[in-house]
């Protein structure tokens, strides 16, 4: 069956699909460049611990699809990627439903030229017991949204609990010490001094909120240099977070966890962020994938099928240099959408594609450790030496790499207003979501 062979068809709006169909869109317009997301809006994923604590509003950051295929010239398609036919180059979406379970899209068919799969990762809870039935994850807005209401609900009862004087603990436990689980330790912290300053007066953080966080590996922050696990557990700590290494989460049961060596943590809400995996759908397509359903693709972002390409998270790509893969980071899934970007250019017009080979460059780490404070580490300012940063500096780092991300989406002119009327907005709002 023929095929449109300069229709590209992005799936995934995530940090790197959204990055390429706007940049690509902007260049080539709506008949070339179609983007497919199962949701109709946008966040970028690395603030999701700022929406599950209530400091980000979901609905004054999420950026509409639909707006976006407009200002960018791409054309967006609402719906989940549930079947791939390569023969006939053809994707099949499913329907979309409301809340009330009213169809908005029925199940459609599209045609492709060339695909990019862009689905990214979810939670791995590696077949723990009780995790996928009592952990919750924040692979989604919806799962953080969730989160958030329930720590809301949580803390509203313990503040009128305290009003009768009955003596309680809230028992908030994360899984995992990489950086989601260390940002969202110290986000709540941040979060929970707000919600007493608007009104849960009889609340005392300290004294009534234990947050536990469990990491396997013998320091958190395990992938990033030593000075930076060291610094940033000794502010969680001083903040009254208790971190434990070392420990194997072997259950999660409804009011507590397990270790493997039957130690128990209590535990009212608990939070999975230990490892990812990529969406389970991707080991029907026939190309190859890993143990984490990551689709194996070559240096060029290839897999198996000429017309198919895979980034980011969902996919498992060689480190040139480095006997590991690339890791999932927002760092790696934006270069390699700017890596796509000329050889999709070649492949629309006609030409002949770029041979070069994708080359990561690390930039380094910044992670955020409360509103006034971060730590990082940043590569590459001399050649093979990192750059300790800590304090004010390592936040505002880190906020501008959300920033660079908008600005990749939307141009240097569009997020400067938003960034101000975002923050011109926050004064005329409460530090932290209150419903
Ligand atoms: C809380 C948290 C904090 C993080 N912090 C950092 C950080 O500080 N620094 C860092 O580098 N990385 C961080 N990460 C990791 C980072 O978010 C990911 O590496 C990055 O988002 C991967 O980009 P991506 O484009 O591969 O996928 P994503 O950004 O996850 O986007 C995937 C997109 O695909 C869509 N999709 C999924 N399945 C389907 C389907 N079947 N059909 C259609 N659409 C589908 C999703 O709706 C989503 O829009 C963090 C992650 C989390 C959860």
């Avoid at 603030?47 to 707006?67: C, K, N, P, Q």
């Avoid at 590696?126 to 989160?147: C, I, K, V």
């Avoid at 930076?228 to 072997?250: D, F, W």
């Avoid at 101000?420 to 979501?433: I, M, S």
């Amino acid at each position: 069956m023929s095929h449109d062979k300069h229709k590209v068809v992005i799936v995934g709006g995530g940090a790197g699909g959204l990055e390429l169909a706007a940049k690509l869109g902007r260049e080539f317009g709506p008949e070339h460049i179609v983007l497919v997301d199962k949701a109709d809006s946008h966040i970028w994923k690395p603030s999701l611990h700022e929406v599950a604590a209530g400091t980000l509003d979901i609905h004054r950051e999420d950026l509409s699809y639909f707006m976006l295929a407009r200002d960018c010239g791409f054309t967006f398609m609402h719906g989940e990627l549930q079947g791939l036919d390569r023969e006939a180059h053809q994707l099949t979406l499913s329907a979309v439903v409301d809340a009330a379970g009213e169809e908005v899209f029925p199940v459609r068919t599209l045609a492709y030229g060339t695909l990019i799969m862009a689905v990214g990762s979810k939670s791995n809870f590696f077949g723990t017991p009780g995790a996928a039935q009592y952990a919750l994850a924040l692979d989604s807005t919806a799962e953080a949204e969730r989160f958030r209401q329930r720590l809301l609900n949580e803390l509203v009862t313990l503040n009128r609990k305290k009003t009768t004087g009955t003596p309680q603990i809230l028992n908030i436990a994360i899984v995992g010490g990489g950086a989601t689980g260390v940002e969202l330790a110290a986000e709540l912290l941040e979060a929970m001094a707000g919600l007493v300053y608007y009104g849960l007066n009889e609340l005392d953080p300290e004294r009534d909120v234990r947050i536990t966080l469990l990491e396997g590996a013998d320091r958190i922050l395990s992938a990033l240099p030593e000075k930076l696990s060291a610094t940033a557990q000794a502010l969680l700590v001083t903040r009254g977070v208790s971190v434990k290494t070392s420990v194997k989460v072997a259950a999660v049961e409804a009011d507590g966890l397990v270790d493997s060596e039957g130690n128990r943590y209590p535990a009212d809400l608990c939070v999975w962020a230990a490892g990812i995996e990529a969406p389970v759908f991707l080991t029907t397509l026939g190309l190859e994938t890993n143990r984490l359903h990551q689709i194996v693709v070559d240096e060029r972002m290839r897999t198996a099928d000429p017309d198919i390409f895979a980034l980011g998270d969902c996919a498992q790509a060689p480190w040139a240099g480095e006997s590991r893969s690339l890791p999932a980071r927002a760092q790696v899934a934006h270069q390699q959408a700017s890596f796509l970007r000329p050889v999709l250019r070649a492949r629309i017009k006609g030409e002949s594609e770029p041979q070069e080979h994708f080359r990561f460059r690390d930039y380094g780490s910044l992670v955020s450790v409360g509103h006034t404070r971060g730590v990082g580490s940043l590569m590459g300012v001399l050649k093979g030496k990192s750059w300790f940063v800590e304090g004010l500096l390592a936040r505002w780092m880190y906020m501008s790499l959300h920033l660079m991300h908008h600005m990749a989406v939307l141009g240097p002119l569009r997020t400067g207003s938003m960034a101000l009327g975002r923050l011109l907005l926050k004064r005329g709002a409460p530090r932290v979501k209150l419903h």
